[in-house]
Structure formats: structure tokens, C-alpha cells
């Protein structure tokens, strides 16, 4: 195992300790959609979005852990959402992820529906509790002047219609296409992919103190590693190993999904990855201390294998 391997285990395990923290408790009449809920957030993975806002937090000198906390737990929430909905018989109808059933599968498409939708207002319930923490932030130079107000705005506004929701509509009706136009395609990916970590990665810098033109370049940044990373996801789509990846691969092919893949064929797909990349690590590397574990993990997401 290499040092950054290493390392990217522990980060995912403090994220994963701080996500667990905030789960709500299985019990009452309502056990079975908070079983169901946590059953889905359970269910494994590098937590990503949640690692990629600490490590902005600390990149920008962040103090305190019980300010970041609740929107890294609310990030992670917010994202298993999209997957269980990703996952329904209505859409995508993939029997497993990351090596076990999806949760339809387990509880039934109807529970599974407002198990993704208890997760998405539970996110929502768990980003306020930002405002238990007595920290003082320094005001911030845009629309609010309450960082944690903006971040709030930013976690609502990149998970919606103007973000993922918006993504995943375009996403919807470009399926049976003939042709998604590549305008759509970008856009697609920006918003279902890109979005979450624009604002993971811009959530975590508000927070320690960065100012509105620095979280514009953050936000220019993570939108060309969200675009990056799905090319690579659609990549793997047709190349990858199914029992590495822990779900169906073909699936693109099988939804008749049109793909960075099927418009430019896997060479190109792939020059663009590195294209992308490149870029993203331009502007990243301009804050100090990116090289250390940030940078390496921009380079790991983007050229993964599952």
C-alpha cells in the first residue's frame, strides 16, 4: 500500500467516524425508512465529497472540526440520495453497488424512494446544526455576509434544479437519443456530477475564511474534475472489471445512454480526462499545501479504476 493510499484511508475513516455521528436513530414508527437510510449511507466508499471539504477547510487554516462536521455529513447524505434514486427500477434499475444489493432491492422500490427522500431532508436537518457552533467566522465578502447562511445556499443551490437536480433531468431525457448533442452532455455532467463537488470543495474553504474570488476559482476547478472524473466513470463503463468496480459495467450501452465514450470513442474520452485534469491542478495548486494530499487525490479520482 502506497503512502497515499495510506493516507486517503485514514481521511475516509474520519470522515466516515463524522458521518456515522450524525445518523439518526433507528427507532419509532418510522424505523424502517431510517433503516433503510442508513443502510444506504452504510454502504461503503472513500466518502469523497466529505474528505475534499476537510481538506479545503484545512488547506484554508480551518480551526474548528464542529463547524465543518455537520456539512460534511450532509454532503454525504445529499450524495447517497442521488444514488438510491440513481438506483431506482425507474431509472437506472442497477441491482448493486459498490458490491452489495442497492437499497430497492433490499426494502423495496417505495421505501427506497423516501428512504432517498428522508436523506435529502435529513442533510438539510443536519447542515443547520452549524449554528450550535459558537466559533466566530469572519464575515464574508458576497450577497450574505454569515458564511454559514452562504454555505447553506451553496449546499442547497448545487444540489437542486440549478445544480445536480438540473443535471439529472437533462440526464433523463437524453436516454433512447439517438445523439445527445455534446453541449448537452457537458451540461449533464456539470450539474449531475460536478456540482456536488464544486460545492464540497467550496463549502470547505467558505468555512476556514477564503474570500467570493477565491471560491470562484475553487468552484471553476472542481467543475473541470467533476467532468473529468464521469468521462472517466463512462470510460470504465465499457473497460472496467465488474467485480473491481462492485456494479454492472454496460449499463451505459444497456439505458442507451449517449456518453463522452460513444461521441469520441475511448482515446479521445481519455485525452480529455487528462486534458481537464491538468487544468484543475493548475488553479489548485496555486494554494499552499494542495501538493500535499489534495492534488494527489484529484490525480487518483480522475484516473481510477473503480
Known amino acids: 500500500m502506497s503512502d497515499f493510499d495510506r493516507l486517503l484511508d485514514e481521511k475516509a475513516a474520519e470522515a466516515e467516524k463524522i458521518v456515522k455521528s450524525f445518523l439518526p436513530l433507528e427507532e419509532g414508527y418510522q424505523k424502517t425508512v431510517i433503516e433503510a437510510m442508513n443502510y444506504s449511507v452504510l454502504a461503503g466508499g472513500k466518502r469523497i465529497r466529505p474528505v475534499l471539504m476537510m481538506e479545503m477547510f484545512r488547506i484554508f487554516s480551518g480551526k474548528s472540526e464542529e463547524i465543518i462536521a455537520p456539512f460534511m455529513a450532509a454532503m454525504e447524505m445529499i450524495h447517497t440520495y442521488s444514488l438510491v434514486h440513481d438506483d431506482l427500477p425507474a431509472l437506472d434499475n442497477d441491482e448493486y453497488r459498490r458490491g452489495r444489493k442497492t ?91 460536478a456540482a456536488l463537488l464544486e460545492s464540497s470543495m467550496m463549502i470547505g474553504a467558505l468555512l476556514a475564511g477564503a474570500d467570493s474570488a477565491t471560491l470562484k476559482e475553487i468552484e471553476q476547478a472542481a467543475r473541470k474534475i467533476g467532468v473529468a472524473f464521469q468521462i472517466q466513470d463512462d470510460v470504465l463503463d465499457v473497460t472496467g472489471d465488474e467485480a473491481e468496480l462492485g456494479k454492472p459495467v454496460g449499463s451505459d450501452e444497456k439505458n442507451e445512454k449517449t456518453t463522452y465514450v460513444t461521441l469520441h470513442g475511448i482515446e479521445e474520452s481519455k485525452r480529455e480526462v487528462e486534458r481537464l485534469s491538468d487544468e484543475a491542478i493548475g488553479i489548485l495548486s496555486e494554494f499552499e499545501g494542495a501538493d500535499t494530499f489534495l492534488i494527489p487525490l484529484v490525480k487518483w479520482m480522475i484516473t481510477r479504476n473503480k
Open 103 to 193: 437499497t430497492h432491492v433490499v426494502y423495496g422500490p417505495g421505501m427506497a424512494t423516501i428512504a432517498g427522500d428522508g436523506l435529502l431532508n435529513y442533510a438539510f436537518e443536519t447542515a443547520i446544526k452549524v449554528f450550535n457552533c459558537k466559533e466566530e467566522l469572519p464575515l464574508y465578502d458576497g450577497e450574505f455576509s454569515d458564511r454559514r447562511a452562504v454555505a447553506l445556499k451553496i449546499l442547497a443551490t448545487k444540489a437542486g434544479i440549478y445544480g445536480m437536480i438540473g443535471g439529472q433531468c437533462a440526464d433523463i431525457e437524453a436516454e433512447g437519443k439517438a445523439c445527445a448533442t455534446e453541449d448537452e452532455l457537458i451540461f449533464i455532467h456539470e450539474n449531475k456530477t
